[in-house]
């Protein structure tokens, strides 16, 4: 009830596409949603993050949108960049819990 | 920059020895968390620490454990060292820890190989 599934595991895109991960989790409790940012030999960065009080937020180019019946939330990247590239992991986290990552999704996008 | 600093950067070290990992949260921050992420693996929690008191465990082993000091700086301490701690060891820091739901700013994190 705890995990947070995330897909897909890699991700190639052009350069100009949108990129898209989902996440699922099982335990409705859970009350924050970021997502993290992750390059190679660095520590996760706080890309944008949603409370489930609202269906869809927007920094940019990164949308999440978040549909609690179905227990989904997912990060979309627009108009992808090679700078993009980086490995993203959604978590969850319940209030005055830790957070829950997922196993993380490793984005290439292509020249 | 997340404000966060650990040290070292890099470390290497041989089976059976012990390791201390250091991390200075932002400032201001009450809580530090520990995770550690192995190849191609996700960030595993391993432990809480909120204003020098432990708060949360999560997959710690044994053969760790960790303090936060009046400073709020924490010091995560490795032992008896096998081959599979290989890992990268990232701190966090948050301003609460348990009255809600912070965001949690990442350190750069320390390589800890075990030959």
């Known amino acids: 009830q705890q995990q947070v599934k995330q897909s897909p595991q890699s991700l190639i895109v052009q350069k100009g596409g949108i990129s898209i991960i989902n996440c699922a989790y099982e335990?409705?409790?859970?009350?924050?949603f970021p997502w993290y940012q992750q390059f190679p030999g660095k520590g996760p960065a706080l890309l944008i993050a949603i409370r489930p009080d609202v269906s869809e937020k927007k920094e940019g180019r990164f949308t999440i949108s978040f549909n609690k019946s179905a227990k989904q939330f997912s990060l979309h990247i627009m108009d992808s960049q090679p700078g993009d590239s980086a490995t993203y992991f959604c978590?969850?986290?319940?209030?005055?819990?830790?957070?829950?990552f997922g196993p993380g999704t490793r984005l290439s996008v292509l020249p | 920059d997340s404000g966060v600093t650990q040290t070292p950067k890099h470390l290497i070290t041989a089976t059976g020895q012990r390791v201390t990992l250091r991390c200075s949260p932002r400032?201001?921050?009450?809580?530090v968390y520990w995770y550690q992420q192995s190849l191609d693996q996700g960030l595993q929690f391993l432990i809480q620490y909120y204003n020098g008191e432990e708060r949360a465990k999560g997959n710690i082993l044994e053969r760790f454990s960790a303090q936060q000091f009046p400073d709020l700086h924490s010091e995560l301490n490795l032992s008896s060292l096998e081959l599979g701690d290989s890992a990268l060891y990232f701190c966090?820091?948050?301003?609460?820890?348990?009255?809600?739901?912070?965001?949690?700013?990442f350190g750069p994190g320390t390589r800890l190989t075990v030959l």
């Open positions: 978590a969850a986290a319940l209030y005055g819990q830790n957070f829950v």
């Open positions: 966090a820091s948050s301003i609460r820890g348990g009255e809600g739901t912070d965001t949690q700013y």
């Open positions: 335990n409705t409790a859970f009350d924050y």
């Open positions: 400032s201001g921050d009450l809580s």
